[in-house]
């Protein structure tokens, strides 16, 4: 960036440094939801739960496929891949 246009776009400095800082709480926003670390201690704890005699068969059926499913969006967004099957007759 040469000296002139430096001085030129001063005045957007502030909107720049904005932009930047959002881009950073986005990313971290991502990075926080994206981690599969508190989806897979939630289905050990789940498990535990079970083996205690904590919740029922059912429950734990139900509660552990919400979880693989959240499990599966995290890692097929970490792959970069979509995490539902493509519609029939629709194109990848």
């Excluded at 720049?16 to 959002?22: K, L, S």
């Excluded at 939630?42 to 059926?61: C, V």
């Excluded at 599966?72 to 967004?77: M, T």
Aim: overall charge negative.
């Amino acid at each position: 960036m040469g000296l002139l246009t430096h001085l030129a776009t001063l005045p957007l400095a502030p909107v720049r440094g904005v932009a930047w800082v959002m881009e950073r709480v986005v990313e971290a926003a991502e990075r926080e939801a994206y981690d599969p670390g508190p989806v897979e201690r939630e289905l050990a704890e789940l498990e535990r739960r079970l083996l205690a005699g904590e919740i029922d068969e059912e429950t734990f059926d139900r509660r552990e496929d919400e979880l693989l499913d959240r499990l599966d969006e995290i890692r097929a967004h970490l792959r970069g891949t979509p995490s539902d099957p493509p519609v029939e007759g629709e194109q990848p």
